[in-house]
T-cell receptor
Framework: RKEVEQDPGPFNVPEGATVAFNCTYS??????FFWYRQDCRKEPKLLMS???SGNEDGRFTAQLNRASQYISLLIRDSKLSDSATYLC???????????FGKGNQVVVIP | NAGVTQTPKFRILKIGQSMTLQCTQD?????MYWYRQDPGMGLKLIYY???????DKGEVPNGYNVSRSTTEDFPLRLELAAPSQTSVYFC???????????????FGEGSRLTVL
């Protein structure tokens, strides 16, 4: 089983709507999680960390469910500029590397 | 700020040719990484380095070599190019020895390589 798995989509979202997607992971011991955003033909950039208590940054909310081994990202009031691929990443304490999922492609439709 | 700079941005190689992808960062980061990204796929780690003179294999190292003679530079070498190495290559760096805490990798703009 891959370390992190995502359903690539695409997720077609009407402008102004809410979209949410998950990333499942294996082996939950001593790990941390992050969401990266990657625009078309660009490099990934860190969007936000995922804390056990959840994390909100404006219209974006990230949550961690350790019991079911997944993290989620919710985007409220979607904007056209939110169109991108959202990659989940997993870090393991004591291991200076990140493992990335395939990404969830979001397309916001006018 | 230049950040992480990769060259070339685009390259077409013939099967069996060799080349080096250059990566340099001006942020004095100790940790540097090479990932490849195939269409519709996530990032796969090729090699990484935790400091000058130290390199380690990632999950897909076969067909590649790296060196880290300085803190700034982390070149990736393809010795005998194969079509399976057609991909987008990203170099990244991190200032934190505890990457798992802040998760922030700084990526270069990528190098698109096609092997025909």
């Amino acid at each position: 089983r891959k370390e992190v798995e995502q359903d690539p989509g695409p997720f077609n979202v009407p402008e102004g709507a809410t979209v949410a997607f998950n990333c499942t992971y294996s082996n939950s011991a001593s790990q941390s999680f992050f969401w990266y955003r990657q625009d078309c033909r660009k490099e990934p950039k860190l969007l936000m960390s995922v804390y056990s208590s959840g994390n909100e940054d404006g219209r974006f909310t990230a949550q961690l469910n350790r019991a079911s081994q997944y993290i989620s990202l919710l985007i409220r009031d979607s904007k056209l500029s939110d169109s991108a691929t959202y990659l989940c990443a997993k870090g393991t304490y004591g291991n200076n590397r990140l493992a990335f999922g395939k990404g969830n492609q979001v397309v916001v439709i006018p | 700020n230049a950040g992480v700079t990769q060259t070339p941005k685009f390259r077409i190689l013939k099967i069996g040719q060799s080349m080096t992808l250059q990566c340099t960062q001006d942020m004095n980061h100790n940790y540097m990484y090479w990932y490849r990204q195939d269409p519709g796929m996530g990032l796969k780690l090729i090699y990484y380095s935790v400091g000058a003179g130290i390199t380690d294999k990632g999950e897909v190292p076969n067909g590649y070599n790296v060196s880290r003679s300085t803190t700034e530079d982390f070149p990736l070498r393809l010795e005998l190019a194969a079509p399976s190495q057609t991909s987008v290559y990203f170099c990244a760096s991190s200032y934190s020895p505890v990457l798992a805490v802040n998760g922030e990798l700084f990526f270069g703009e990528g190098s698109r390589l096609t092997v025909l």
